[in-house]
């Protein structure tokens, strides 16, 4: 008699992972990883290490790995495998100038299309986040920093638009970090009249604003990655797979 193909109630069996939750669950922890610089600029990623760490095979590694190629946070080299791309000057300011592109471009179609209540919504969101800006805690000024600029490209209706911009705020976020320590004032300030231009609908003084607010001179890149090189080769970040006290 044949093995009936239902189990009994209470037994259990290994549900096997799917090649697809092992994909995403790869990507995530490299993203964070690069985020962070546990991996540092121009490392090459050692794929057997990583699917180790994450005790995975290498498939779904190679599989995130690629992805994150696609999305800029590695160098793919044939015959050399995956690099940590280089903190480099004009590389970064031209994510910035990108940057400020996506952003302008969201914020004029926030003007044609966002509703009164996601515009509320927002200026509801500045209003409590600016009482929290006052603290000066670096860490939470830049999640409160990004999570304004994510909402305001949600208002574009343009889910293209926030994708791409959320994965420049990853790929900058640790020289990001660096610039709101200490935080700037005038840059506080503009994310209130980015709301009053956004409220009176007017695209071209809300891109202006953001135009001056995004900004990255040369020489600011220099300084900033100056800094960041001095914080990722003196304070040593903590090893892959382990969080930071």
Same mark, same amino acid.
């Given at each position: 008699?044949?093995?009936?193909?239902?189990?009994?109630?209470?037994? /259990?069996?290994?549900?096997?992972?799917?090649?697809?939750?092992?994909?995403?669950?790869? @990507?995530?922890?490299?993203?964070? $990883?690069?985020?962070?610089?546990?991996?540092?600029?121009?490392?090459?990623?050692?794929?057997?290490?990583?699917?180790?760490?994450?005790?995975?095979?290498?498939?779904?590694?190679?599989?995130?790995?690629? #992805?994150?190629?696609?999305?800029?946070?590695?160098?793919?080299?044939?015959?050399?495998?995956?690099?940590? #791309?280089?903190?480099?000057?004009?590389?970064?300011?031209?994510? @910035?100038?990108?940057?400020?592109?996506?952003?302008?471009?969201?914020?004029?179609?926030?003007?044609?299309?966002?509703?009164?209540?996601?515009?509320?919504?927002?200026?509801?969101? $500045?209003?409590?986040?600016?009482?929290?800006?006052? /603290?000066?805690?670096?860490?939470?000024?830049?999640?409160?920093? =990004?999570?304004?600029? !994510?909402?305001?490209?949600?208002?574009?209706?343009?889910? =293209?638009?926030?994708?791409?911009?959320?994965?420049?705020?990853?790929?900058?976020?640790?020289?990001?970090?660096?610039?709101?320590?200490?935080?700037?004032?005038?840059?506080?300030?503009?994310?209130?009249?980015?709301?009053?231009?956004?409220?009176?609908?007017?695209?071209?003084?809300?891109?202006?604003?953001?135009?001056? !607010?995004?900004?990255?001179?040369?020489?600011?890149?220099?300084?900033?990655?100056?800094?960041?090189?001095?914080?990722?080769?003196?304070?040593?970040?903590?090893?892959?797979? /382990?969080?930071?006290?």
């Amino acid at each position: 008699m044949a093995a009936s193909a239902t189990r009994r109630p209470g037994s /259990r069996r290994a549900v096997p992972r799917r090649a697809a939750d092992s994909a995403g669950r790869a @990507y995530a922890a490299i993203r964070q $990883w690069i985020i962070e610089f546990k991996l540092k600029p121009q490392q090459r990623v050692n794929e057997l290490k990583l699917a180790e760490a994450l005790s995975l095979s290498r498939t779904p590694v190679r599989e995130a790995l690629n #992805r994150l190629a696609s999305e800029g946070f590695l160098v793919f080299t044939p015959n050399r495998g995956f690099f940590c #791309r280089s903190l480099d000057i004009a590389d970064l300011v031209a994510v @910035y100038e990108v940057r400020s592109i996506l952003e302008r471009g969201s914020f004029e179609l926030a003007c044609q299309r966002a509703s009164n209540a996601g515009i509320a919504a927002l200026a509801r969101f $500045w209003g409590e986040a600016l009482i929290r800006f006052r /603290r000066g805690d670096p860490d939470e000024l830049l999640s409160l920093d =990004e999570a304004f600029h !994510h909402q305001l490209a949600e208002l574009s209706g343009n889910s =293209e638009i926030v994708r791409r911009i959320t994965a420049i705020h990853a790929r900058i976020r640790f020289v990001r970090r660096i610039s709101h320590d200490p935080p700037e004032p005038r840059r506080i300030a503009e994310h209130s009249r980015i709301v009053a231009a956004l409220k009176a609908r007017n695209a071209e003084l809300g891109a202006r604003i953001l135009a001056q !607010h995004i900004a990255l001179s040369v020489e600011d890149a220099r300084l900033v990655l100056k800094e960041a090189l001095f914080r990722l080769y003196v304070t040593e970040p903590a090893p892959l797979g /382990r969080r930071a006290a």
